[in-house]
């Protein structure tokens, strides 16, 4: 919508200078001199900064991508685990047209989950399973148990391009926030659903990305290392993996 305005704005400031334009010739002799005038590239509005060259932009919101967690171990085996995350800010740097460097500010969201247990917080740390003791453990759906978090990323990335393909790799830093647990029991016919804030996570943390591209569209692959960012009870691996698709690279 936003371009739609832009793009109308730009014809009625445009129309005057036609209008003069012509005037001025008395008549349409030099077409292609009008033609030349609709040709004047439109600016992007999500560039914030770019210099003179072109060789290095700021730019908003490039991209949103969404991936799948894969992980098992000696517990339990993630099962419709993800992140969705949204780019808000990119710096890039073009030396030349086969070559880009790429600093990013994402905002991510992860949700894991599993058919095989339920995870519960005692004391801000993570749990799994539930232990029998629990009041309500013989009662929980694990279906509906997840362990959700927030981060914000920096992912660096360099590029190699070749018309509309590019592919790459590179390393992110994270801050992680917002850890929590979620889960729904019954007793009777009523459904309780229990929420646990306040989950310990390693606030900052690292991985590994590799992508190749074409166009708007890339598939990425995320690692990051045994426990970076969760905080569980016990010697549990957390060392997963994230197979995912973006769209605005």
């Known amino acids: 919508m936003r371009k739609f305005f832009i793009a109308l704005f730009t014809v009625c400031a445009l129309v005057p ?38 060789d290095i932009v700021l730019r908003a919101s490039a991209h949103v991508g969404y991936g799948f967690h894969s992980m098992k171990s000696s517990l339990f085996q993630t099962a419709g685990s993800s992140e969705v995350f949204l780019n808000v800010l ?7 047209e086969f070559l880009s460097v790429e600093l990013n500010t994402d905002i991510e969201y992860n949700s894991f989950k ?25 009662k929980v759906s694990k279906s509906t148990s997840s362990f959700n978090y927030f981060c914000v990323n920096f992912p660096v990335l360099a590029k190699f391009r070749a018309g509309k393909m590019a592919f ?7 801050f992680n926030f917002g850890g929590r647990t ?29 992508v190749i591209s074409y166009d708007s569209l890339a598939l990425f692959v995320k690692w990051y290392p045994k426990s970076s960012r969760i905080v569980p009870k016990g010697d549990i691996d957390f060392n997963h993996i994230t197979f995912g698709i973006a769209f605005g690279l």
């Open 182 to 210: 979620w889960y729904k029991y019954t007793e009777g016919s009523r459904t309780t659903t229990v929420k646990e804030t306040g989950a310990k996570l390693n606030l900052f943390t690292y991985g590994f990305i590799g």
């Open 114 to 138: 599993s058919s095989d247990i339920v995870f519960y917080l005692q004391d801000g740390i993570l749990h799994l399973p539930m232990d029998d003791a629990s009041s309500v453990s013989g």
């Open 168 to 174: 790459g790799g590179g390393a992110e830093a994270s």
């Open 17 to 54: 200078a036609f209008s003069q334009e012509i005037g001025n010739r008395g008549d349409l002799g030099d077409l292609g001199d009008i033609q030349g005038l609709f040709e004047e590239e439109e600016e992007d509005p999500s560039i914030l900064f770019q210099s003179k060259d072109g």
């Open 90 to 96: 990119r710096l890039g740097v073009y030396p030349n």
